[in-house]
């Protein structure tokens, strides 16, 4: 774990945080405020959500603020829509996305990406016994699909034949929220 943090700490003091502009600037920049604004999609449990209490938690919350603690600067969580991302990173809204995010060609053109820091791949969950016989995403042809909006499912999905996608953020949280409990 502790080369993880090293890794993050340098990848992000190295590289900035993308959007296209000089990385050294970006770095700069955030030394000198002594702040760096991380955007995070917070309803993305266990990764970044909000507590009972409302403060934002989660997984790549926690990493994100143990590299903060090593630069010797504070951290403020700003959330976002996940589908105005690139709009909020390249606007300089925020300093970087800390979220588990897929590295793709498209995201490439205006993030700088660190090396991955855990396994992550797109699943498809289906009710248990489902007798229109969902085995992959291919059968999804002729379906009505909910995803997260701009996630790389709704990318995946418009490749598919006549799937009709439905992006409904409040369903997909409650059945994320679901899955956390089993």
């Known amino acids: 774990m502790k080369k993880i943090f090293s ?3 340098v990848i992000l003091m190295v590289s900035g945080c993308g959007g296209g502009k000089e ?5 700069e920049s955030v030394k000198h ?6 955007g995070i999609d917070d309803k993305f449990a266990p990764m970044g959500f909000r507590n009972e209490a409302g403060e ?8 994100a603020k ?4 090593r630069m010797g600067v504070e951290i403020e969580f700003c959330p976002i829509e996940w589908n105005n991302k690139e709009y909020e990173i390249t606007s300089g809204n925020i300093d970087m ?5 897929d590295i793709t060609e498209e995201y490439k053109k ?3 990406f660190s090396k991955p820091y855990m396994e992550n791949r797109q699943i498809l969950l289906v009710k248990s016994g ?3 016989n969902i085995v992959s995403e291919h059968d999804l042809a002729d379906k009505k699909v909910g995803t997260q909006s701009g996630s790389n499912w709704k990318l995946i999905l418009i490749k598919i034949k006549n799937s009709k996608i439905v992006s409904r953020r409040s369903k997909l949280i409650r059945i994320s929220k679901r899955l956390l409990t089993l």
């Open 7 to 9: 890794l993050l700490l």
């Open 23 to 27: 990385t050294k600037n970006n770095t």
């Open 33 to 38: 405020k002594k702040i760096l604004i991380v």
């Open 56 to 63: 934002i938690v989660g997984f790549d919350v926690d990493l």
């Open 66 to 69: 143990e590299a903060a603690r």
């Open 97 to 101: 996305i800390w979220n588990g995010c």
């Open 110 to 112: 205006y993030m700088i």
């Open 130 to 132: 489902n007798r229109q």
